[in-house]
């Protein structure tokens, strides 16, 4: 099914209010206030036309069973009004090693709390829509990269309610300034790539940016009436990866130090932190050395290069250069090659993805030419 034209809120407002309401409505992202604000607009809507016992019903797929929303949604109205389903928890916040499904080996079913019956009656439904019912579809921040996500899409008029990297950072220099507490440089350097994370081109790393509000009150609690937030303060709070982790694992990778990455990749899933974050930092770090790395080699400036790599202080550039100065460039690209290569396998395999990075970190060490010293 190919993929629906790019929509608006605009058309979405312009479409109600001339009275059409589509069968499907896919609304997904992190900006959860834009999400609920077009699910009222749709609820507000029906509400005007219908009996108001009957026009707006939720399942929330967290408390209900599937199978008394299919059976809803496929009852046939008694009455002539649209009526509308709210179809909330599709997504499944955690996940195991064997929580992917699939249907007729085409549509991944990642983190959805289907069965795989259950899953091919929602496929049905989406091409065989009932045409007295409204479904809005909500599954909150997701990949669009996955199958399933993108089936829904096609069949749905579909908006996505992510925000862009200027916003991101607006909403955390404002937050930020409202805390009333003053932030280090590093530490506000390290909150600022964690949280409101950098838009690429086609790449787009968010970082943690939704937990940004709850982890703000974390480490307000935290910090009780010391108002100074130091590098030491974010590290110990917050539940983010820590650059401090990452350096380890990094650190373990350009020395090939088996035990010790196997070590810290464990470290950082017994904290219960998702893959996704600690790909996204895998990554981000690594390009980040390849920058360092490539400028030390053609003698740049230091300024030069933190602004290539998009580092804020010289001691974050110090520490960049410690570990840039243990590899090639080839070196690096390599190793962003084979995390893109697990990412890809994380999408499209019926593995664990866990499994999947531990196999690509086992093939960086792998011996390889030895790396050049910095000049």
């Given at each position: 099914?190919?993929?629906?034209?790019?929509?608006?809120?605009?058309?979405?407002?312009?479409?109600?209010?001339?009275?059409?309401?589509?069968?499907?409505?896919?609304?997904?992202?992190?900006?959860?206030?834009?999400?609920?604000?077009?699910?009222?607009?749709?609820?507000?809507?029906?509400?005007?036309?219908?009996?108001?016992?009957?026009?707006?019903?939720?399942?929330?797929?967290?408390?209900?069973?599937?199978?008394?929303?299919?059976?809803?949604?496929?009852?046939?109205?008694?009455?002539?009004?649209?009526?509308?389903?709210?179809?909330?928890?599709?997504?499944?916040?955690?996940?195991?090693?064997?929580?992917?499904?699939?249907?007729?080996?085409?549509?991944?079913?990642?983190?959805?709390?289907?069965?795989?019956?259950?899953?091919?009656?929602?496929?049905?439904?989406?091409?065989?829509?009932?045409?007295?019912?409204?479904?809005?579809?909500?599954?909150?921040?997701?990949?669009?990269?996955?199958?399933?996500?993108?089936?829904?899409?096609?069949?749905?008029?579909?908006?996505?309610?992510?925000?862009?990297?200027?916003?991101?950072?607006?909403?955390?220099?404002?937050?930020?300034?409202?805390?009333?507490?003053?932030?280090?440089?590093?530490?506000?350097?390290?909150?600022?790539?964690?949280?409101?994370?950098?838009?690429?081109?086609?790449?787009?790393?968010?970082?943690?940016?939704?937990?940004?509000?709850?982890?703000?009150?974390?480490?307000?609690?935290?910090?009780?009436?010391?108002?100074?937030?130091?590098?030491?303060?974010?590290?110990?709070?917050?539940?983010?990866?820590?650059?401090?982790?990452?350096?380890?694992?990094?650190?373990?990778?350009?020395?090939?130090?088996?035990?010790?990455?196997?070590?810290?990749?464990?470290?950082?899933?017994?904290?219960?932190?998702?893959?996704?974050?600690?790909?996204?930092?895998?990554?981000?770090?690594?390009?980040?050395?390849?920058?360092?790395?490539s400028g030390r080699d053609q003698r740049l400036r230091d300024d030069e290069i933190m602004a290539r790599a998009g580092v804020k202080s010289p001691w974050h550039l110090n520490k960049l250069t410690d570990q840039a100065r243990k590899?090639?460039?080839?070196?690096?690209?390599?190793?962003?090659?084979?995390?893109?290569?697990?990412?890809?396998?994380?999408?499209?395999?019926?593995?664990?993805?866990?499994?999947?990075?531990?196999?690509?970190?086992v093939g960086i060490i792998t011996p390889q030419s030895k790396a050049l010293s910095l000049r």
């Amino acid at each position: 099914m190919a993929a629906k034209e790019t929509r608006s809120l605009k058309d979405l407002q312009q479409s109600l209010a001339s009275g059409k309401t589509d069968p499907i409505y896919f609304f997904h992202g992190e900006q959860e206030s834009g999400i609920a604000s077009a699910v009222r607009s749709i609820r507000d809507h029906l509400l005007k036309t219908g009996d108001p016992s009957t026009a707006w019903r939720t399942y929330d797929l967290t408390e209900n069973p599937f199978g008394d929303f299919i059976s809803d949604v496929l009852t046939v109205s008694f009455f002539s009004e649209k009526r509308g389903v709210l179809l909330q928890g599709l997504l499944k916040k955690g996940r195991g090693a064997d929580d992917e499904d699939e249907a007729d080996d085409a549509i991944g079913a990642k983190n959805v709390r289907l069965e795989e019956k259950e899953l091919l009656a929602f496929l049905k439904y989406l091409h065989e829509p009932s045409p007295d019912v409204v479904l809005v579809i909500v599954p909150g921040k997701i990949d669009m990269r996955q199958k399933l996500w993108k089936e829904i899409a096609a069949a749905a008029f579909t908006l996505s309610f992510n925000l862009a990297e200027g916003d991101r950072k607006a909403i955390f220099d404002e937050k930020l300034k409202l805390s009333g507490l003053t932030f280090a440089p590093d530490a506000r350097a390290w909150m600022e790539e964690r949280f409101v994370g950098k838009d690429t081109g086609k790449e787009r790393v968010v970082g943690n940016f939704p937990f940004f509000d709850s982890e703000m009150n974390k480490l307000a609690l935290y910090m009780g009436e010391n108002t100074r937030v130091t590098m030491t303060d974010v590290e110990e709070c917050m539940s983010a990866p820590s650059q401090d982790n990452i350096f380890k694992l990094t650190d373990a990778l350009a020395t090939r130090n088996m035990e010790g990455a196997l070590n810290a990749l464990l470290s950082l899933k017994m904290q219960g932190i998702h893959y996704l974050p600690v790909m996204g930092m895998l990554a981000s770090h690594f390009r980040k050395l390849l920058v360092v790395r490539s400028g030390r080699d053609q003698r740049l400036r230091d300024d030069e290069i933190m602004a290539r790599a998009g580092v804020k202080s010289p001691w974050h550039l110090n520490k960049l250069t410690d570990q840039a100065r243990k590899m090639t460039a080839d070196q690096f690209k390599k190793i962003i090659f084979r995390l893109a290569r697990a990412d890809h396998l994380m999408k499209s395999a019926s593995l664990n993805e866990w499994h999947i990075l531990e196999q690509e970190l086992v093939g960086i060490i792998t011996p390889q030419s030895k790396a050049l010293s910095l000049r």
